[in-house]
């Protein structure tokens, strides 16, 4: 079932409830149910099941297009914003998209690569069309009649290819069904909801290309409230609507919850209208939730999950209270499993030797791979039948995270299963040996990886980056590790680099490390 049906009921029973708004307009449920039937009918043309790449930032526009995409059953493509035009090139190849949509500011950079698409149809602009391929999307709309057209679809037929960020390869193209994709909004409502997450107008200011800011919307709509969409995060721009208005919702990463503390400091008094802060990507420290509680006032909830499986688990808003309460330890944890989703912890490397039965799962408080089942699994890796074998295993998820459970069923994520260093038979967490090195007042980053030992089978590897006017040596930071942790968790290899390699995301190219450090 696609999520249009939950909201064609608001369109009929509530028609002229703001849905949707941005910097520029707001738009009710009817004038989007109008607006996203032109969009509808204008992209039919091209088929069920076609894809349909979109480049822009978030907007009533790219609301308005999901929508459309859904009701004629053509399955959207997002293009990280972040990504060169070269990679933008493999995704829109890789996917068959025969549509490209591309916010004005992102026309230019794409056009760079348009003469190597030719499997691409239609060009078109949200905004001013500059170059001749290009038509402008309000063109597209006007041209198209705006009465509801019948394009039916199967619970199972694709409604999001979404990629992965590539940190270990090319991006991968993964497939998710109707079906899944509107189980996934009940988990998030179910997330939310006892918070009063839905009622009020929700605050979408991450960018729409990562599959949780889409869901949020789409969970917003289909119980009938309304998304404000910022086109970029700007704490202020955050902080002034909040300071207007009640915001129910906001998905953040805790860097954005910093920079959302350290603008609030320097502004005057006032009272902030949040009421569920959602976050992810990585656990908050006790520090920052303490002053995010303490300015805010309001809920914060952790999301953890995969672009292959959705929402897996939650930290709610009574687990950062206990967390504060004599629970410190909670913050490290991404919470309990949402409904529907089953979740172990499986052997890595040398412990699957260890005889522990299929399905059983380790102790607690061992680090393994977290498994999990769920009914928003994702179909299939894109034209890659090994990925998906690898990641599909039985109806489960190999989520690739490393981490473990305690006795109250809370799981933490403690690494990713590729960069557990297993030495002389110990399972080396790289992310531990990462913070102390990062401990050093000299060290600005690190990055710990393992290499092939001829004795221990693995070993661990280091690349420091230092800060500006300090000098180390490899001796001196392996003491400082030693005086921290096992010796034989200290980095066998350091190197000392101007900077760690990154992709467009931001994340430390690991691969890349494994491999220069192998070769050397």
């Known amino acids: ?128 069309a500059s170059q001749a391929r290009w038509e402008p999307l309000n063109a597209l709309i006007e041209s198209a009649p705006d009465g509801p057209g019948v394009y039916p679809a199967r619970g199972d037929d694709v409604a999001l290819q979404a990629y992965t960020s590539g940190t270990t390869g090319l991006p991968k193209g993964v497939l998710c069904s109707h079906d899944r994709q509107t189980f996934r909004l009940t988990q998030f409502a179910q997330a939310v909801h006892p918070w009063n997450g839905l009622h009020g107008e929700a605050l979408i200011a991450a960018p729409l290309f990562h599959p949780l800011p889409l869901a949020m919307w789409r969970t917003v709509t289909i119980w009938g409230g309304a998304v404000q969409t910022l086109a970029k995060f700007d704490a202020d721009a955050v902080l002034d609507i909040a300071a207007s208005r009640d915001v129910s919702w906001t998905f953040v990463v805790p860097s954005m919850i910093s920079m959302l503390l350290e603008r609030a400091e320097s502004r005057s008094a006032t009272d902030y209208r949040f009421n569920v802060i959602m976050y992810g990507g990585s656990p908050i420290s006790e520090p920052t939730l303490r002053a995010a509680l303490e300015r805010f006032r309001c809920n914060f909830i952790q999301a953890y999950g995969l672009t292959e499986a959705g929402l897996l688990t939650t930290l709610c808003p009574d687990d950062h209270v206990r967390a504060l309460d004599g629970r410190p330890d909670l913050l490290r944890s991404v919470g309990k499993p949402t409904a529907g989703v089953r979740m172990r912890i499986d052997p890595i490397g040398h412990d699957s030797l260890l005889g522990v039965a299929a399905h059983d ?137 101007d900077q760690l390699p990154r992709n467009a995301m931001g994340k430390v190219l690991k691969s890349d490390l494994r491999r220069d450090l192998a070769r050397n």
């Open 1 to 128: 079932m696609r999520f249009t049906e939950y909201f064609y009921w608001h369109v009929q029973t509530r028609p002229d409830v703001v849905c949707m708004e941005d910097e520029e307009r707001q738009i009710t449920y009817a004038e989007a149910d109008r607006v996203s039937n032109r969009i509808a009918n204008a992209l039919a043309l091209y088929g069920s099941q076609a894809r349909v790449a979109l480049l822009a930032d978030a907007s009533t526009a790219v609301l308005l297009l999901d929508l459309g995409l859904t009701k004629a059953n053509c399955v959207m493509v997002p293009l990280n914003t972040r990504l060169s035009p070269a990679e933008w090139k493999h995704i829109v190849e890789h996917s068959g998209a025969q549509v490209v949509i591309a916010g004005e500011n992102y026309c230019g950079a794409i056009e760079a690569v348009a003469d190597q698409l030719p499997g691409v149809r239609r060009w078109v602009s949200i905004g001013k």
């Open 361 to 497: 799962g380790l102790p607690s408080h061992t680090v393994g791979e977290i498994v999990a089942s769920s009914p928003d699994l994702m179909l299939e890796y894109h034209n890659n039948p090994e990925a998906t074998a690898a990641m599909l295993v039985d109806g489960e998820i190999r989520s690739g995270d490393a981490g473990y459970v305690d006795e109250e069923g809370y799981f933490y994520v403690a690494d990713r299963v590729k960069d557990i260093v297993v030495s002389g038979g110990e399972n080396i967490v790289s992310l531990e040996v990462e913070e102390v090195l990062m401990s050093h007042a000299a060290v600005a980053e690190a990055a710990v990886v393992a290499v092939p030992d001829a004795r221990w089978g693995e070993a661990v590897a280091a690349v420091v980056v230092l800060e500006p006017g300090h000098a180390l040596t490899s001796d001196e930071l392996r003491e400082h590790c030693r005086a921290h942790i096992a010796a034989f968790k200290a980095p066998k290899l350091i190197e000392f680099r």
